[in-house]
């Protein structure tokens, strides 16, 4: 890093913050936006000179709400007046100023900023583009390498999105307890989309998408500052530390899949299952199981096994029956079928999933699980027809890769020697 | 004298920190702590999880468990160093040298007490 190096993270993690409580003046993105940009600007010039501020999230609400405040006046000089509302308004952010920046509003803008970005009218793709435009300040290029559209693409996308959110008509007011709960959960689904975004990552694009993996994990653990006795925010940082954990492993020099069973999991990131594993146990304690929590719970199994075989997979599969309990879904069931599969054998977990078939007939990873099935019960010609399905399924080059091999090997062994 | 380095760090920058960065912190302060590794003077150093892994028991009364740290501050306690100084000079020098070009905050306390392995009856 260089003198004024320590500048750069400083403005990237006053960012979520700085912009929530920006939105709460102006409640307009885009004016929030222009106007940390804008606190940016001022920041670069005056902090070296002057050294860093104390509370730098503070100095850049204030910094940015003033120099709007300030284009606001130099403006009414020339146009017409603004109508009364809007000129009491700011005034009234004027008067409470120290008042709105204590921790608990913090809290609320940032949880505020973060569920705009969520509304339930935007498709994920909108929702997971602009948390990151908005909330992280990734570029327009960045995002849209992730997402393999061309910027002119993402640029459209991320209007049209910002748009929406202005008209959903967001309320400003502090939210109640249960509306806050409400919000909570809507922000940690899209949190868990941004990671997955990356996570899904096929082969070549892997170093463009891991950038979101950590863009999620950053969310988590700011979101957990702000809450953390909320047992399914602890549950679901846990378990994007987990997984991200794998990183390394999870994909081979040429950019394909390899499978949990066959990583080699001396790459595993130590530290972060480390600290993945001390936020379920202080998780646990409160005894509030929740979907995120058992996944990650699932997720540190998988950690604290050596290899595959050293795997309880007796209780991975009571932790999918817990999972299939609160949250039932046919992905749920066939997850669990694969952990059946390894304590009581393929044709338990052939029959845990048969019943699935009709609402999983679109489904990649139900004919792949299938097929794999299949073979270990030795019906190749089943299985054969099980993976082609899937890789007529097959999202990406590596999903389509993968189910290739096992195809290879199920002919390799259907020819005699 | 051995004095106590506690680094406190606005945790939502290092958290913000990539991976590069992450290692480049450490890597310039590894330049230091070398040195007075070679003369003898660097004790243990310790780097903490985040604070949202962080537990505290507030005694007293009936025992209080609590999620997160002791203070809810910008600035948490993130690691710290034990090193060997002549003087509170030479430790306020070493404090400069180590935390050169970061925006960190340094807490330079003296040791009272080192036992290494701990404490046995």
Redesign the interface.
Known sequence: ???V??ID??L???RP?AIGALLRYFRDLDQAEEAFQEACLRALKNWPVNG?PR???AWLILVGRNGALDDVRRRSKSTPLPADDAISDLDDAETDIAERLD?SHYRDDLLRLLFICCHPDLPAVQQIALALRVVSGLSVKEIARAFLVSEAAMEQRITRAKSRVARADVPFETPGAVERAERLGAVAAMIYLVFNEGYSASGGSAHVRTPLC?EAI?LA??L??LF??ETEI?GL?ALLLLQHARAPARLDADGAIVLLDDQDRRLWDRDLI??GL??IE?AV?HRRPGPYQVQAAIAGVHAHAASSKDTDWSEIDQLYATLERLQPSPVVTLNRAVALSKVQGPAAALAMIEPLAEALDGYFHFFGVKGGLLMQLGRANEARIAFDQAIALAHTPAEAAHIRLHLDRLIKESQPA | MLYAFLCCH????A?????E?DE??LA?RHKVTEKLAAKGKLGPAVRL?????A?TVRMGGEPV????PFA?T?EALLGFYLIDCDSLEDAIETAKEIGR???VVFEIRPVKLFAPKGIAS
């Open positions: 890093m260089t003198t190096g320590w993270p400083v990237r993690s006053a913050q860093p509370d730098p999230v921790s950590e950053r653990r700011l957990l500052t953390p006795g602890l940082t480390a600290e001390a936020l202080k304690r | 606005d945790e939502a920058v958290n913000s920190w990539t991976k960065e480049a912190v310039k999880m985040p604070t949202t892994a537990t468990v609590l999620d997160g809810e910008k070009d970061e925006k």
